[in-house]
Nanobody, 120 residues
């Protein structure tokens, strides 16, 4: 599975941004977003399953971020709203067969990150 994340950029606090992740190659069941802020460890953001099921979010983004997928286009998205400076990070998409493994950050497939900068 090859993953390519894009859509990052500079946005003011309170603004919105949509990240995209293009997937190619074999199909796996679980896709997720992670982020890594400067000087911090990478953290889980959100996860969804390609075949359905409820998405799951880390507490800090609940109500502000929405993960979605377009199976026909092999795309995954992260709609981010009400952005805060603390959302500034490099965002990565990840994928794998096991939801727990992917959410734990040890999924087998990773894309290059896309930088999101939120100015105050």
């Amino acid at each position: 599975v090859q993953l390519q994340a894009f859509g990052g950029g500079l946005v003011q606090a309170g603004g919105s941004l949509r990240l995209s992740c293009a997937a190619s190659g074999r199909t796996v069941s679980t896709y997720a977003w992670f982020r890594q802020a400067p000087g911090k460890e990478r953290e889980f953001v959100a996860v969804c399953n390609w075949t359905g099921g409820a998405p799951y979010y880390t507490d800090s983004v609940k109500g502000r971020f929405t993960i979605s997928r377009d199976n026909a286009k092999n795309m995954m998205y992260l709609q981010m709203s009400s952005l805060k400076p603390e959302d500034t990070a490099v965002y990565y998409c990840s994928a794998g067969r096991d939801r727990g493994t992917v959410m734990g950050g040890t999924g087998p497939y990773w894309g290059h990150g896309t930088l999101v900068t939120v100015s105050s």
